[in-house]
């Protein structure tokens, strides 16, 4: 089966200015997240769908973060304005049941951001 | 709240020799308990996971987990490390009802030649 796609691979901005991330998550899978890693650091949570609704965003700076799943398939991921402290690699995951069923998340190779 | 400790940074084994990644889990009721791998530039690979059941749990590329319950451990072993072994592992915990999956800082093993 085919894995997760995301777009672009590399990003470079300068602060204030916005980006937008893509993820396709694997063909059938209900659940789509979306984490970011920081160099030296496990990835964090930033935003859970179930479907097109929101499970968990409890993480996410909604002041400048905003993420959608339309449709329930694919999603993208904003930032605007970016910070410094945005520089990081973005991953997108996505798993095929709903919860309480233990499902392996599967990563897509992420998007490396780096904020100047 | 569900946390996990991975307390070593890095791991240094010669190639042949077993190898042990240490992580130790704080999560209320029943763990689900995974480990991931990722290679330079890519995003994380899942080797194994602990539902319930045998407490040895096998997985990719000849890996294998001990969950221990008294100790709330979840060490990644290997009987015969390899070179292309070298990687950056995460420890990650789930939780039984919305599925978010909570990760360690995360241990670098170096097999060397």
């Known amino acids: 089966e085919a894995g997760v796609a995301q777009s672009p691979r590399y990003k470079i901005i300068e602060k204030r200015q916005s980006v937008a991330f893509w993820c396709n998550p694997i063909?059938?899978?209900?659940?789509l997240y979306w984490y970011q890693q920081i160099l030296g650091q496990g990835p964090k949570l930033l935003i859970q769908f179930q479907n097109n609704g929101v499970v968990d965003d409890s993480q996410l700076p909604k002041d400048r973060f905003s993420a959608e799943r339309l449709k329930g398939v694919d999603s993208t991921l904003k930032i605007q304005p970016a910070k410094l402290e945005d520089s990081a690699v973005y991953l997108c995951?996505?798993?095929?049941?709903?919860w309480g069923r233990g499902s392996p998340l599967h990563f897509g190779n992420g998007t490396r951001l780096t904020v100047t | 709240a569900q946390s996990v400790a991975q307390p070593e940074d890095q791991v240094n084994v010669a190639e042949g020799n077993p190898l042990t990644v240490k992580c130790t889990y704080s999560?209320?009721?029943?763990?689900?308990l995974f480990w991931y791998v990722q290679y330079p530039n890519r995003g994380l690979q899942f080797l194994l996971k602990y539902i319930t059941g045998d407490n040895l749990v096998k997985g990719s590329y000849g890996f294998e987990a001990e969950f221990n319950k008294s100790q709330t451990s979840f060490h990644l072993k290997k009987p015969s490390a390899l070179v292309s072994d070298s990687a950056l592992y995460f420890c990650a915990s789930m939780n039984t009802g919305f599925q978010k999956l909570v990760f360690g800082t995360g241990t670098r093993l170096l097999v060397s030649p």
């Open positions: 995951a996505s798993s095929l049941e709903p």
């Open positions: 063909s059938g899978h209900a659940t």
């Open positions: 999560v209320s009721g029943n763990p689900y």
